[in-house]
Structure formats: C-alpha cells, structure tokens
C-alpha cells in the first residue's frame, strides 16, 4: 500500500464534506428565485447538510472504531453520489431539502475515516506532515465550493454543481474501492463502544480543548463564508463569478498554512502553535470588523490573515487529538468533527440573528469579543497546565 497515495484519496472523501456544503453559495439568490422560495429556506439547505454532517460524526466514528474504515467510507461515498443526483433532478426547495441532508449522511464519513486511516498509518513527525496534507486538501473545500459553484451557476444553472459533485464522487468512490485496504489494527476483540467514551474524550484537557476550538473557529470561518457574498454585493456590486473569486486568496492561504502547520510541529510545541494562532485568527476578524467597508483590499487582507492563521492551526489540532487518544481515535475524531459542523450549522442562523439586530457590526462584535474570551480560556488551560507541570 502506497501511503502517501492513500492519505491523498481519504483526504479527498474528506474534500467533498466542506465543498458540497458551500458550493452554491455565492447564488444562493439566484436559488431562491428559480426555486420561489426565500432567502431563508434557501439558507436552510446549508444548515440541514450542516446538521447531519455534525450529526453523523458521533455516528461514523464508533462504527469506524468497530467495523473498519474501509466499510464505513465506501458505503457513505455511495450514498452521496446518489444523493448528489438526487438533488440535480430537483425541481423544488422541498426535494433538495431531503436529498441535501442524505448528501450529508453519506459523505460524513470521509472526514472521520480520513483522519482515522492517517493515524493508523503514520507516527510522530511523518503523522503531522501527513495531517499537513490533509488539512491542506479538506481546507480547499469551503473555499473552492464558493469558486467553482460561481463559475457553474454562471456558465450553466445551480443544478449543474450537483450533476458536478455526482461525477466526482463517482471517481473518489473508485480511487478508495481500488485502493483504500483495511487500516483498522486487529486488537483481536472488536471495539465496543459505549456514551462514556464521549465523556471521556470531553474531560481530557486536550480533547475538550482542541474539540471547543473547532466549533468557535468554524463557526467564525462560516460567518465569512455565508454573508461575505452579501457585502460583496450591497458595497462593492460584485457578479457571482466575481465573488467566487474573492474566495480564492483565503483557499490559497489555508493551503499555505496547513503545510506549513503540519511542518512545524517538529520544530515547535503544538499547544503554544494552537494558542498563538487562535489569538492571531481573533485579531485577523477584529481587523475585517474595521476595514471591509473601507476598500475591497482591506477585506481581502482581512480574510487573507484570517485563512493563513486557521490554516496553520488545523494540522496540529488533529495531531494532538490523535496521539490523545489511541484506541479509540475515530470515536475522538468525530467527536471534534461534530463540534466543528456545529459551528458552521449554527454559524448562519447565530449570525442572521445579530445581523438583524445591529447589522455587521454587532454580528462581528459578538464574534471578536466570544473568540476572545476563548482564546483566553484555551491559553490559560494548553499553557497554564504546562507551565504548573514544568514548575513542579
């Protein structure tokens, strides 16, 4: 088995959750209109695949723990390219409602055996440079789903993203069918899981801490996702296509960090590199808050920071995680990837709310001020406890 081969084609399962989810977002009017329905419902569409994409991780994770990981992502890819064509023939807000949500069941998975597949085959400094190129890969999906579903949504109708996803599910379901062998170590007795797991996962310093900081950070990463597109339009009257590409830099960025993040590892504590980004990544929205409506330069410098600094957190949060817990470790992941899809589920609804109590302002306010009290937190449990371990 060529690992470095597999890390790649887990890391595009994991690819297709995040991608799926915001591919037609920059038209998200546009889908509205030609489905006569309101913004609204629209947006539920994003936060119902949000939903069960959270959901499912609680439910993936234990089964990957005991029946395999090869199983698992064949069967939920499967499920998705079904799910996918299912929402291309849809002619109304109430079908791609159902479809969008068994899209979501199926393709849960990828994350969680990705991450799974990854630390059973690496350890230490080759397992972060391995999370590296993960995180790199799945990053891009948030990001290029904007990008690319302007593009399509221009040239052809909003449909024609599903027929996209459809084919390129097809292909990562052949890649892991040919390629993907069973990664699970034979212990010799299955796994059983049990709700105390959970519990556990959550009391332990660093999976509680490590699990938290992925819900705050996603939720704030799908504020910018959601209703950048809105302020893209009502300041600066920029087209869907336009706007997919404003998306790009920050993708580019979080590339950038994620290799660099699973690089640095070796060189520096992961607990003080999760501190020093989440503090930058609180400034880098401060910044946005201030200067968006200033310039379309300022904005892109806004979230520029903001995807370099999340990018270089997103390697080392997994590696901690996973060297935290061993055996059970899928469990774990989706634990923290429930956390996470949380966060952008509640991202669009949280925010709808602040923004039309006092606009942007408030919704970014509340933002600077939570992620702050957070990162605050987080600094005083990763690098206060170190700090009492080294003293005594």
């Known amino acids: 088995m060529n690992r470095k081969f ?18 037609y977002t920059p038209v998200l009017p546009e889908v509205a209109s030609q489905l006569h329905t309101t913004s609204f419902v629209v947006n539920l569409t994003i936060s119902v695949f ?21 199983k698992v992502i064949l069967f939920g890819i499967s499920l998705y390219v079904i799910a996918s064509v299912g929402c291309f023939f849809s002619e109304n807000i109430g079908l791609l409602l159902v479809f969008r949500a068994l899209q979501a069941i199926g393709i ?23 999370m590296g190129t993960f995180q790199m890969m799945v990053s891009l999906g948030p990001v290029l789903g904007p990008v690319i579903g302007g593009f399509l949504s221009g040239l052809f109708n909003f449909q024609s993203v599903f027929l996209a996803l459809a084919a390129t599910g097809m292909l990562v379901l052949i890649l ?19 709700l105390r797991d959970f519990a556990t996962i959550l009391q332990n310093r660093i999976g509680s801490s490590v699990i938290y900081l992925g819900f705050i950070q996603y939720y704030v990463f799908y504020n910018f996702l959601v209703f950048l597109p809105n302020i893209l339009s009502e300041r600066y009257g920029l087209s869907a296509e336009q706007k997919g590409l404003v998306f790009l830099p ?46 379309i330069t300022w904005l892109l410098a806004g979230i520029i920071c903001f995807g370099l600094f999340l990018g270089l957190s997103l390697p080392v949060q997994t590696t901690l995680l996973t060297g935290a817990f061993t055996k059970n470790r899928a469990t774990a992941v989706g634990a923290y990837n429930f956390f996470r899809y949380m966060g952008m589920a509640c991202s669009p609804i949280v925010g709808s709310l602040f923004y039309h109590m006092g606009g942007y302002f408030l919704m970014f306010s509340f933002i600077v001020l939570a992620f702050l009290a957070f990162a605050l937190l987080l600094s005083r449990r990763l690098l206060g406890a170190q700090a009492r371990k080294s003293a005594s």
């Open 108 to 130: 849960a998975a990828g994350s969680v055996v990705a991450v799974t597949v990854i630390s059973d085959l690496f350890d230490g400094k080759e397992r972060g440079q391995a």
């Open 6 to 23: 597999v890390v790649y084609i887990v890391a595009f399962a994991a690819f297709l959750g995040p991608f799926t989810q915001t591919i």
């Open 250 to 295: 920050m993708s580019l960025c979080i590339v950038v960090g994620s290799f660099f993040g699973g690089k640095i590892q070796a060189r520096i504590d992961g607990k003080k590199v999760i501190v020093l980004t989440t503090f930058l990544n609180v400034s880098s929205v401060l910044f946005f808050m201030i200067f968006y409506s200033i310039s």
């Open 50 to 70: 949000t939903l069960f994409l959270a959901i499912m991780q609680v439910i993936y994770g234990p089964l990957t723990d005991s029946k395999g990981r090869r």
């Open 176 to 194: 892991n069918y040919l390629y993907l062998k069973e990664t699970k170590p034979d212990s010799g007795e299955a796994t059983r899981f049990q």
